[in-house]
């Protein structure tokens, strides 16, 4: 069983379809218990880093993701604000954020070369692997990948950095750090390249 | 750099798609969840639905389309049409849209989109105008005037202004349907496209007149739009969305590429 965490934001219905799809048994649910029981554990959504991280601290959640999954060694998947507060700080709400790895979060500048930069980024975006991970595992290099993101990952060990993107500037657009997988683009809504790496995950054995 | 988007419109009457010539004659082409899957395998980078079901009885067909859809597509869509209030928006979305795209209501209430944009983020919502050429005045600016009710109720907006307007309250994208244009297969309105696209700070959505693969190359060249909505050049299996994408590309134009894991896998 897949535990997909409700955190009351974002669109947690959509990872739970696109699994469903993909043949996988999944639960959204609130319940630390039931979190620390699952076999994996994928924090999805859209949102802020303040309040995504208000209420994982209001449901107890917060702790239950860094030392009961992440450092326990669970499957742990986050997409899009998952990757962000997955990082130990984050501009945007100046919000402090679980620490799983280190590093910090930060916003597009709104303007490159003396052009204005359209923020958010909202589209599709070509994703470089800069490793061979298994979770890319039949997933062409350089596919394109659906974003809706304003701010982005910069871990503090570049070598955490799977896979980069360009928007203004380079960003790392996926991390993984052992048992912990996350990438800032969706891959719930990124059609048939976004389902495999999202089954890759399902199946990766630690 | 981010992919030009190719966006197939569905509009869609009492659960069943229509596409309307100029808002008239509307013509059945078939059932949206077949066709919203037909277009993702075909490599649609976003589809957009709008309900222009005429009684409000009937509107819940809507949500069970939107249901049917999210379960078999996994790329985004967005869907308009009707949107007054925080609550219809929020049913769309909970349906399974990714975006919820609002027109006349949004002129009637400016504050739907503030509202909207505070409860579900600005990425949710999108402005959706429909523009009609006006000689050029203090009052028209951009040359066009936003007119709502599906083309019939003129409002005195000029369409840069609004967009401005809409933006600033919170609009995460906007989409400028030229009237004049729509179901000509004549192109986009490239001027008033551009005009506002160089004007704000969200990506705006080319819509109406697209018939020849030329036509989106112009949108996102001299148009400088970051997407735009095909209805009839798609619809009619003249121009499939492959080849538009393959033009678009031997024309320097970034696109994602139309790969289908999934069915090579079979």
Redesign the interface.
């Known amino acids: 069983m897949i535990a997909i965490v409700d955190y009351r934001a974002g ?1 947690l ?2 990872v739970a ?2 699994l ?2 993909l043949g996988h048994a999944s639960e959204i649910t609130d319940q630390a218990e039931k979190i620390r029981t699952a076999d994996r554990v994928i924090l999805p959504g ?3 880093a303040g309040a995504t991280m208000e209420n994982l601290r209001a449901l107890g959640l917060d702790s239950v993701l860094r030392d009961d999954i992440a450092r326990a060694g669970k499957p742990l998947l986050g997409i899009c604000i998952g990757i962000q507060v997955f990082l130990r700080h984050s501009e945007e709400n100046d919000a402090t954020c679980l620490g799983i790895v280190a590093g910090e979060v930060k916003r597009y500048p709104s303007a490159v070369d003396g052009r ?1 930069l ?9 994703v470089r692997q800069v490793v061979v991970h298994r979770v890319f595992e ?3 290099d350089n ?2 990948f ?1 974003f ?1 993101n304003s701010y982005y990952p910069v871990p503090a060990d570049s070598s955490k950095t799977i896979a980069v993107s ?2 203004g500037v380079p960003f790392t657009a996926a991390i993984a750090q052992d048992n912990v997988i996350a990438t800032q683009f969706h891959l ?9 790496l999202l089954d890759n995950f399902c199946r990766l054995k630690f | ?3 030009k ?1 190719i966006i197939p419109c569905l509009d869609v009457r009492n659960g069943q798609v229509t596409k309307g010539i100029q808002f008239l004659e509307n013509v059945d082409v078939g059932d949206p969840v077949a066709m919203a899957r037909y277009y ?1 395998e075909e490599g649609a ?1 976003e589809i957009v639905f709008y309900d222009i079901t005429a009684s409000n009885e009937r509107r819940g067909i809507m949500l069970d389309v939107v249901r049917a859809v ?2 078999e597509i ?3 869509f967005s869907v308009g049409g009707g949107l007054r209030t925080v609550e219809d928006m929020r049913a769309v ?2 349906a ?1 849209a ?1 975006k919820v795209s609002i027109d006349s209501g949004a002129v009637r209430n400016p504050q739907i989109i503030a509202e909207g944009a505070r409860a579900f ?3 949710c919502i999108v402005l959706s105008m429909q523009v009609k050429r006006r000689e050029k005045s203090e009052a028209f600016p951009s040359g066009c005037e936003v007119i709502i009710d599906g083309g019939r109720t003129p409002t005195g907006r000029d369409a840069l202004l609004w967009s401005q307007e809409g933006v600033r309250l919170g609009a ?2 906007l989409c400028i349907n030229s009237i004049d244009r729509d179901g000509t297969k004549a192109g986009y309105d490239l001027e008033v496209t551009k005009l506002i696209s160089e004007s704000v ?3 705006v959505i080319a819509s109406g007149g697209a018939g020849e693969p030329r036509h989106l190359l112009e949108a996102f060249t001299d148009g400088s739009a ?2 735009a909505i095909v209805a009839s050049i798609v619809h009619y299996g003249e121009h499939p969305i492959p080849d538009l994408k393959h033009y678009l590309k031997g024309h320097g134009v970034e696109i ?2 139309a ?5 090579s896998a079979r």
């Open positions: 669109n219905a959509s379809r696109a469903e799809h859209v949102g802020a204005p359209k923020v958010p980024q909202i589209g599709w975006n070509r039949g997933v062409p596919s394109h659906y809706v360009d928007y719930e809504k990124s059609g048939t390249a976004g389902l495999k | 750099m981010l992919a988007r993702y980078d999210a379960r996994f790329i985004p979305l909970l399974g990714e983020g600005s990425q995460g994208e700070s969200v990506p970051d997407a994602r590429d790969i289908n894991l999934e069915r």
